[in-house]
């Protein structure tokens, strides 16, 4: 089962940041917080990735909180591209594999 | 361009008729993985491998079979099919998965098994 808990779906005006949330409050120490993309029926995409602090990259920011119960991507300037299932997701270091659970849906709206 | 491809896209066989599909990466990754998608059960690991001949079951194994003789192709065989093996497959390939398990996705395989 996933460990994390997402909302089932948003919408975000283009143009607009994009604000996912995740709860995970049974994140343990050693676990990282994962995120990936999925649009419609294609290979999912890999975002972002934090362990405690806050991360960003050229896609997204990871928000992190300090107790690490709960955490944000984060998407500056969504666009129609970005409509997709957001996938939260909780794991150690290693070779687990990952557990996508139901995910976010964003659609992002002109 | 990196990528992760496969083939085919999309497949219609018949139960018991042996079918491989094919997964490919030009990244010289060392890790690679094969799942399914299924409506309602999310993505779920079939098998990893780590490394050249070296192969280990995921979550859901049964049924398949995969090889890892060279680094760049990591095939999935299926030698018997049957209907419930008729999902969307993803491969998948890192450089390194202790850091970010599955870097890059193929774009799929939709395999239909009647």
């Known amino acids: 089962d996933a460990k994390t808990t997402q909302p089932t779906s948003m919408d975000c005006a283009e143009g607009r940041a994009a604000n996912l949330p995740c709860n995970h409050s049974?994140?343990?120490?050693?676990?990282?917080v994962y995120w990936y993309r999925q649009i419609h029926s294609q290979g999912p995409q890999y975002i972002i990735h934090g362990l405690k602090n806050n991360e960003t990259n050229e896609m997204a920011s990871l928000i992190i909180t300090e107790d690490r119960k709960s955490s944000t991507l984060i998407l500056p300037h969504a666009t129609l591209r970005d409509t997709a299932v957001y996938y939260c997701?909780?794991?150690?270091?290693?070779?687990?594999?990952?557990?996508f659970g139901k995910g976010t849906r964003l659609s992002v709206i002109a | 361009e990196a990528q992760v491809t496969q083939n085919p896209r999309y497949l219609i066989t018949v139960t018991g008729k042996k079918l491989t599909v094919t997964c490919s990466q030009n990244?010289?990754?060392?890790?690679m993985s094969w799942y399914r998608q299924d409506p309602g059960l999310g993505l779920r690991q079939i098998y990893y491998s780590m490394n050249v001949e070296v192969t280990d079951k995921g979550d859901v194994p049964e049924g398949y079979k995969v090889s890892r003789k060279e680094k760049r192709n990591f095939p999935l065989i299926l030698e018997s099919p049957s209907p419930n093996q008729t999902s969307l497959y993803f491969c998948?390939?890192?450089?390194?998965?202790?850091?970010?398990?599955?870097?890059?996705f193929g774009q799929g395989t939709r395999l239909t098994v009647v």
């Open positions: 998948a390939s890192s450089a390194r998965p202790e850091v970010v398990p599955e870097a890059f």
């Open positions: 049974t994140i343990s120490g050693n676990e990282y």
């Open positions: 990244m010289n990754h060392e890790y």
């Open positions: 997701i909780v794991r150690n270091s290693g070779n687990t594999p990952l557990v």
